[in-house]
C-alpha cells in the first residue's frame, strides 16, 4: 500500500505561481511512475504530467507545456509540480497518483489539494 498526501494548494492570481508537493509513504519501493492529476469544477479529471520515477522522463498536457514542471526526489520520495504563468483555467483540484504496476494504471490516489487562480 502505497499512501500519498499532497500540498502546497491554495488561492493565487492570474501569472502568479504555486508548487505542489506530493510526499509518498509505505510501499514506495518499485515506483514505476508519478503523476499530476487535476478536476476543474464541472469537468472530468485529466492528468496534467507524469514522470518515471527511474529515468525522469516526462510527460505534460499540452494545457501545461512550458508553464508547469514536474519533478521529483527519490531520497524523499516527493513529487512535485511548480506551476508558473497560472491561467484561470488552471482552478481544479490537484491529485497526485502513483504507478506501482507499470500498466500505465494508477493504483494509488491522493486526497487531493484545492487550487484557485483569480484575476
Known amino acids: 500500500q502505497v499512501e500519498l498526501v499532497e500540498s502546497g494548494g491554495g488561492l493565487v492570481h492570474t501569472g502568479g505561481s504555486l508548487r505542489l508537493s506530493c510526499a509518498a509513504s509505505g510501499r514506495t519501493n518499485n515506483m514505476y511512475a508519478m503523476g499530476w492529476f487535476r478536476q476543474p469544477p464541472g469537468k472530468e479529471r485529466e492528468i496534467v504530467a507524469a514522470i518515471s520515477w527511474s529515468s525522469g522522463s516526462t510527460y505534460y498536457a499540452d494545457s501545461v507545456k512550458g508553464r508547469f514542471t514536474i519533478s521529483r526526489d527519490n531520497a524523499k520520495n516527493t513529487l512535485y509540480l511548480q506551476m508558473n504563468s497560472l491561467k484561470l483555467a488552471d482552478t481544479a483540484v490537484y491529485y497526485c497518483?502513483?504507478?506501482?504496476?507499470?500498466?500505465?494504471?494508477?493504483?494509488?490516489w491522493g486526497q487531493g489539494t484545492q487550487v484557485t487562480v483569480s484575476s
Open positions: 497518483a502513483a504507478d506501482q504496476s507499470g500498466s500505465s494504471v494508477y493504483e494509488y
